[in-house]
C-alpha cells in the first residue's frame, strides 16, 4: 500500500469499514489503492465504488469493453496518472487480444495521435476525450454532433461522457495523494499469483 495519507488495513478497520471494504473488494478478492485511500472517510469510498462500476463494467454500457478501457487509458495518458493507466491498459490490451494492434493503440496514445490506428466512430470518441480531458471549458454542441454524425446514439455519447469524467476525476485524486500500485494486482483481469 502506497499514498501520502493514512490508508487503513483490514485488520484495523471498524465495521462500518469493513462492510465498505467488501464492497470494494476485486475479482481477486483484494481492495486496490484507489479505493483504500478513501479508507479514512468510508462514504467517499461507497460513492466511488458506485461511480466506477456505473461508468465502467456496467452491463447496460453498449461500447465494447475494449474501447471503454481505450478510451480510460487515454485520459489517464492525457493527465499523465501513472496508476489508471497502469491498470486500465493491462484491462485494454487484454480485450483487445491482439498484442500487435495493441502495441500499435498504444503507441498511439502515448504519442497522442489517435488517427493513425483509428477511424469512424473511434476517432471521433478519442478525440472527443481529449477535448473534454484538456479543454473542458471549449466544448460545444457541435462536439456531440460530431459523434452522432460518427454514428454513435445519445446512449453511447453519455456512456463515452460518464467514462472520461470519471477517469478525469479519479486521476486528479490518485495523483493528489500520491497512490501508486504498490501491493495492487494491476489490472481487473490479471490472474492471482
Same mark, same amino acid.
Given at each position: 500500500?502506497?499514498? #501520502?495519507? $493514512?490508508?487503513? &488495513?483490514? *485488520? *484495523?478497520?471498524?465495521?462500518?469499514? &469493513?462492510?465498505?471494504? $467488501? &464492497?470494494?473488494r476485486t475479482p481477486h478478492g483484494t481492495v486496490d489503492n484507489v479505493m483504500r485511500v478513501h479508507s479514512l472517510r468510508p462514504n467517499t469510498m461507497r460513492g466511488h465504488v458506485v461511480l466506477y462500476r456505473a461508468a465502467l463494467h456496467d452491463d447496460a454500457n453498449t461500447l465494447p469493453e475494449w474501447l471503454q478501457e481505450t478510451i480510460s487509458s487515454y485520459v489517464s495518458i492525457l493527465n499523465d496518472c501513472p496508476y489508471? &493507466? =497502469?491498470?486500465? #491498459? =493491462?484491462?485494454?490490451?487484454?480485450?483487445?487480444g491482439d498484442d500487435a494492434r495493441a502495441d500499435a493503440i498504444e503507441k498511439a496514445l502515448q504519442t497522442r495521435t489517435p488517427e493513425t490506428v483509428f477511424d469512424g466512430a473511434e476517432l471521433a470518441l478519442l478525440r472527443y476525450a481529449e477535448k473534454l480531458t484538456?479543454?473542458?471549458? =471549449?466544448?460545444? *454542441? =457541435?462536439?456531440v454532433i460530431a459523434l452522432r454524425e460518427a454514428g454513435l446514439d445519445d446512449g453511447q455519447i453519455l456512456e463515452a461522457n460518464q467514462i472520461i469524467g470519471y477517469f478525469n476525476y479519479v486521476n486528479r485524486c490518485l495523483n493528489g495523494l500520491g497512490v501508486t500500485t504498490d501491493g495492487d494486482i494491476v489490472g481487473y483481469y490479471a490472474k492471482d499469483e
Open positions: 500500500m502506497s499514498a #501520502w495519507i $493514512k490508508m487503513i &488495513l483490514d *485488520e *484495523e478497520a471498524d465495521d462500518a469499514l &469493513l462492510d465498505t471494504l $467488501k &464492497l470494494a489508471s &493507466l =497502469a491498470n486500465h #491498459w =493491462a484491462n485494454a490490451r487484454h480485450l483487445i484538456r479543454r473542458p471549458g =471549449a466544448m460545444v *454542441e =457541435a462536439d
